[in-house]
T-cell receptor, first 115, second 112 residues
Framework: GDSVTQTEGPVTVSESESLIINCTYS????????LFWYVRYPGEGLQLLLK?????QKGSSRGFEATYNKETTSFHLQKASVQESDSAVYYC????????????FGHGTILRVHP | NSKVIQTPRYLVKGQGQKAKMRCIPE?????VFWYQQNKNNEFKFLIN????????QIDMTEKRFSAECPSNSPCSLEIQSSEAGDSALYLC??????????FGSGTRLLVI
């Protein structure tokens, strides 16, 4: 089946440092998966951070970026300078955007940003 | 401030008891999903609906889980006879055919 593997947390960084959370995927049931990063802030529900539908493209939101690399089957999340408010749990996921199918999630990476 | 409303927020049941949780999808979203997130943060897809019809579901071989999305009523997920292993966060999400998913805040079930 499909699977997503991401950096095991918690990841602890200081404010203004750079961040990378690794995500690799295996899509056996989907020829052209779409890739997503979701985030859960403390006390809030899961929300979409960014998505990329097409291989080779980059998505960005709130200073975060991720590039869909079909060759390495990766979708790493990066940010040049994190803020304390970025502390949250980040989930990489794959699915097919254009239909009503399910998402396959990674286990999540806890990010703690210290001031 | 989720547009998908899940109730109750917390649910505590004894083993063998029935557990029922509800979800009101975002207005205009005909596709509804249920996921189970366990204590290891693993997501498990349970079932999805388009309007009132089931699209996909896991093989609920134990038949303890059932779900429905009746018209003009909240969607629901019910566990007929709760077991300790059912303790988890149950997430409801909705979307249109080409929109982003909207997730609810979840119902946290504890079976004691």
């Amino acid at each position: 089946g499909d699977s997503v593997t991401q950096t095991e947390g918690p990841v602890t960084v200081s404010e203004s440092e750079s961040l990378i959370i690794n995500c690799t995927y295996s899509a056996t049931s989907i020829a052209y998966p779409n890739l997503f990063w979701y985030v859960r802030y403390p006390g809030e529900g899961l929300q979409l951070l960014l998505k990329v539908i097409t291989a080779g493209q980059k998505g960005s939101s709130r200073g975060f970026e991720a590039t869909y690399n079909k060759e390495t089957t990766s979708f790493h999340l990066q940010k040049a300078s994190v803020q304390e408010s970025d502390s949250a749990v980040y989930y990489c996921a794959l699915g097919v955007w254009a239909n009503t199918g399910k998402l396959t999630f990674g286990h999540g990476t806890i990010l703690r940003v210290h001031p | 401030n989720s547009k998908v409303i899940q109730t109750p927020r917390y649910l505590v049941k004894g083993q063998g008891q029935k557990a029922k949780m509800r979800c009101i999808p975002e207005k205009g979203h005909p596709v509804v999903f249920w996921y189970q997130q366990n204590k290891n943060n693993e997501f498990k897809f349970l079932i999805n609906f388009q309007n009132q019809e089931v699209l996909q579901q896991i093989d609920m071989t134990e038949k303890r889980f059932s779900a429905e999305c009746p018209s003009n009523s909240p969607c629901s997920l019910e566990i007929q006879s709760s077991e300790a292993g059912d303790s988890a966060l149950y997430l409801c999400a909705s979307r249109t055919g080409d929109s982003d998913y909207t997730f609810g805040s979840g119902t946290r079930l504890l079976v004691i």
